[in-house]
């Protein structure tokens, strides 16, 4: 079979592979440093898993694909900034909201991988 572009399984009209396999790499960062607080591995190792999931948001925001998913990348985002809250404050509140805007960040990109759209067709 030919590789290449344009050789991968297609998916819904507006999908672009590339852009969902950064973008689901980022999400799977920031899911490690959810399971990390949530498993209180320590700071030390939280404060990494927050370094590396930041730099890999930052690394994907600041490229054109993530303008196919502004939705997903500032729930990401906003996951974040509450994990940094979290860590910093022993917020107890900023887990929760962060877990929501992480829940929210996979809806998305789930949409857009199904549908290529980050919402949802409004009935």
Known sequence: TPSGPGSATPGPQGVNPAVLERAQTVLAQV??????????????ETQNRLIDAHAGLQEFAASPESEA?????????LALAYYRR???AEDSFA?????????KART??????ETGKE?????
Do not use: F, H, I, W
């Open 108 to 113: 998305y990109l789930k949409n857009y991988e």
């Open 86 to 88: 979290r860590l910093d």
């Open 69 to 77: 998913l502004p939705l997903t990348v500032a729930n990401l985002r």
């Open 95 to 103: 887990r929760a909201s962060a877990k929501e805007a992480l829940l």
């Open 31 to 44: 899911q490690k440093l959810d399971s990390v607080m949530a498993l209180a591995l320590g700071k030390e």
């Open 119 to 123: 919402e949802p067709a409004q009935p």
